[in-house]
């Protein structure tokens, strides 16, 4: 019997309604400037990337910048996400076989979950730290809605420190560089919103700050910086592997797609974060 990780926040971040999840999905991508049909030309230059993952009223518009941008010969999703719950084991895989959501299932990558668990000592199985977690859950749908078929890598970071980041972003690169079959065949990305409560203008501020080690591609720094500065990053930790990663997978330039906060969607005088960055060969 398989074993299936079921949605943890459908009706809630997103419609659990398969039909009503469509149509909000296209209003994500429509309202971004890719053009009638919400969709760019597929880049397969893409090696990674950095996305939200708030509810879709929220930051969907920004998560689509990238999602546009997926090259149709990706068959590997990495997605390094946050333990916001700090629940389970701090770096863990997903034991499921598939991820449910409402377009149905998306399979694991238990070949390359099997390598990572073996390359990687701090690297456990716990189905724990996924159980209620929404920062790898939100991004099925919109893969699902681009990609025609592909297999999953999920995993959940709490707190690891920067060596153990450093180290799970080589192991990454090592799998997709093994794949011999497929070498460009994966993409790897950092689930992660930007400040968390602050004003409008202190978050474009504080953003800013976060963003520019990101786009500089360097990982050390963006966790200094973050620390430094007291930014509340939510997912500064999957960044920083994901940096690595792309850093030895040949990526040459950051770019910045898009960046706004929730003010920008409802007024609210506190506001959190939102940008969407591509990594490219």
């Not at 997103?14 to 994500?28: F, H, I, Q, T, W």
């Not at 790898?136 to 990609?147: A, C, G």
């Not at 999920?154 to 070498?183: H, R, W």
Request: net charge negative; proline share 6%; aromatic share 6%.
């Amino acid at each position: 019997m398989q074993r299936i990780r079921p949605p943890a926040v459908a009706g809630s971040f997103y419609p659990s309604d398969a039909d009503e999840l469509r149509v909000v999905l296209e209003n994500c991508f429509i309202s971004n400037p890719l053009g009638p049909t919400g969709r760019a030309s597929a880049d397969s230059t893409l090696v990674a990337g950095m996305v939200p993952h708030a509810g879709y009223v929220y930051s969907g518009a920004c998560a689509a910048h990238l999602y546009a941008r997926l090259a149709d010969t990706v068959q590997r999703i990495i997605l390094v996400g946050v333990n916001h719950w700090s629940r389970g084991h701090k770096a863990a895989l997903s034991p499921s076989d598939a991820w449910q959501t409402p377009f149905g299932n998306v399979p694991v990558d238990r070949q390359f979950n099997a390598f990572l668990e073996q390359r990687v000592p701090f690297l456990k199985n716990d189905a724990l730290a996924h159980m209620q977690e929404h920062s790898i859950e939100v991004q099925l749908p919109f893969l699902q809605r681009v990609l025609d078929g592909f297999v999953l890598v999920p995993i959940s970071l709490a707190d690891v420190s920067g060596e153990e980041c450093a180290e799970l972003g080589a192991a990454l690169a090592e799998g997709c560089k093994a794949d011999t079959a497929s070498p460009s065949g994966s993409v790897i990305l950092a689930s992660s919103d930007l400040s968390h409560y602050l004003s409008p203008r202190k978050t474009d501020q504080i953003d800013r700050v976060a963003l520019e080690p990101v786009l500089n591609r360097d990982p050390a720094e963006l966790l200094a910086v973050v620390e430094r500065s007291n930014i509340t990053m939510c997912g500064v930790r999957p960044t920083a592997v994901v940096l690595h990663a792309a850093n030895q997978l040949g990526a040459e330039r950051a770019r910045l797609l898009k960046h706004y906060h929730s003010g920008a969607v409802a007024p609210m005088r506190n506001v959190v974060g939102y940008a969407s960055v591509v990594l490219e060969r």
